[in-house]
């Protein structure tokens, strides 16, 4: 993967994270934080802004550090990195964004674990020079922030009958999409979607570069 | 793996502590204080809105609540008569301790309660922050303080999935009016 970047690679890159490599729609990882907050626009939003933060710092540091770390401890040492990040994250939340960090404090600090941000440590910064891994972090963590996003659309919309707070319908919604149950409706219907257009428009390849969806 | 290594492999991560833990103090540096601010004037706020017709709340004793945490009676003045108190206390809850304001009358009767913060599980224990929870203990006296599992009028009803954190909740209204109570017998300008 040791490769020279041009200008025109590095909005592949961006694109790649957001369309093709998109990480719940098609690798399907970090499917826990995309059901357990996306009930609103607003809380999909702002846990994708934290994690596009974290993700394309990690890579950053990652890049630039990634012939100092020894490969024996690489996996400690991202961890090190990634939680350094996440802890400068909720520390501006908790003094800048209260309202904010009150609702996602406990998923803020999740963040350490999401298999999206060191698998791309390992799969992509630590074998890359800093401007592509800060491209593909960006293109990854706006993938995400977008997936999330829409996922919370789709629930609030369906579940409470608003998008981003503003009301749509009136009467009962269904409450459903709001519980976890319906973060999996939500998630498996636009990843539907997303491999129909794929297929339908790219004729692309069904599945990515998967793996277990753990957290 | 030889000794040259595994040198070399501690100084790895030592080095990335090392650099990690001077980033993050000096984010705690930076940010600490604006959240020591905020968080004050949330406080503030919340007392005010609690009793809104008091034209002074002033702190005015401390004791020891749940935890061994500091907590805090205040005292409510209007065209200088006490209005009312406002108890800072914390409760054990399910999986942290709930900070809240209990606000009474001279005559114990309850004038409303405010959850500060707490890490209860999310929309489950964390409801207790909800409206609904917290009105139930509007204009309720000491001995209405009783946790329900399903509907009531008269008590307070649990949160279903949650009764632990509903309990705590309210034993902790009940331990901050028994508080406030003993603090007065002991101090009768109190």
């Given amino acids: 993967m040791k490769t020279n970047f041009m200008a025109t690679s590095y909005k592949k890159l961006i694109l790649n994270g957001i369309f093709s490599e998109n990480p719940v729609f098609r690798l399907a990882l970090s499917l826990c934080p995309a059901v357990a907050v996306t009930t609103s626009v607003k809380n999909g939003f702002l846990m994708g802004v934290a994690v596009l933060f974290v993700m394309t710092m990690v890579n950053i540091t990652v890049s630039l550090f990634r012939n100092l770390i020894n490969p024996k401890v690489r996996i400690p040492a991202y961890i090190l990195i990634i939680a350094t990040y996440v802890s400068i994250t909720e520390m501006m939340m908790r003094a800048y964004s209260r309202t904010a960090y009150k609702q996602m404090g406990l998923y803020i600090q999740l963040i350490v674990v999401f298999a999206i941000i060191i698998s791309r440590a390992e799969l992509f910064a630590s074998r890359n020079k800093v401007l592509p891994s800060a491209a593909d972090g960006l293109g990854m963590g706006l993938g995400f922030l977008g997936a999330l996003v829409l996922v919370g659309a789709v629930r609030e919309l369906i579940g409470n009958g608003s998008i981003a707070g503003f009301h749509i319908t009136h009467g009962s919604p269904l409450l459903i999409m709001v519980l976890p149950t319906g973060g999996f409706f939500a998630i498996g219907l636009l990843m539907g979607l997303f491999n129909w257009i794929d297929q339908k428009y790219y004729g692309g390849r069904p599945g990515g570069g998967g793996g277990g969806g753990h957290h | 793996m030889n000794n040259k290594d595994i040198i070399k492999i501690t100084l790895n991560l030592v080095a990335i502590c090392a650099i990690a833990g001077v980033i993050l103090s000096v984010t705690w540096a930076i940010t600490n204080p604006v959240?020591?601010?905020?968080?004050?004037?949330?406080?503030?706020?919340?007392?005010?809105?609690?009793?809104?017709?008091?034209?002074?709340?002033?702190?005015?004793?401390?004791?020891?609540?749940?935890?061994?945490?500091?907590?805090?009676?205040?005292?409510?003045?209007?065209?200088?008569?006490?209005?009312?108190?406002?108890?800072?206390?914390?409760?054990?809850?399910?999986?942290?301790?709930?900070?809240?304001?209990?606000?009474?009358?001279?005559?114990?009767?309850?004038?409303?309660?405010?959850?500060?913060?707490?890490?209860?599980?999310?929309?489950?224990?964390?409801?207790?922050?909800?409206?609904?929870?917290?009105?139930?203990?509007?204009?309720?006296?000491?001995?209405?303080?009783?946790?329900?599992?399903?509907?009531?009028?008269?008590?307070?009803?649990?949160?279903?999935?949650?009764?632990?954190?509903?309990?705590?909740?309210?034993?902790?209204?009940?331990?901050?009016?028994d508080t406030l109570r003993a603090a007065r017998a002991k101090d009768t300008n109190l």
Avoid: C
Wanted: cysteine-free.
């Fill in chain 2, 35 to 177: 959240r020591l601010r905020k968080k004050a004037e949330e406080l503030q706020a919340a007392l005010k809105e609690l009793i809104p017709q008091a034209q002074s709340v002033t702190q005015a004793k401390t004791f020891v609540s749940a935890g061994g945490k500091e907590g805090i009676i205040y005292k409510a003045v209007a065209n200088g008569k006490t209005v009312g108190y406002i108890v800072h206390a914390y409760a054990k809850g399910y999986s942290s301790f709930i900070e809240m304001l209990v606000a009474v009358d001279p005559d114990y009767r309850i004038i409303g309660i405010q959850i500060l913060s707490e890490q209860e599980t999310p929309s489950l224990g964390a409801d207790v922050e909800k409206k609904w929870f917290k009105g139930q203990f509007k204009g309720k006296t000491e001995d209405r303080l009783v946790v329900i599992k399903g509907e009531t009028k008269t008590d307070i009803q649990a949160i279903s999935g949650a009764t632990i954190s509903s309990r705590a909740v309210t034993n902790g209204v009940k331990a901050a009016i």
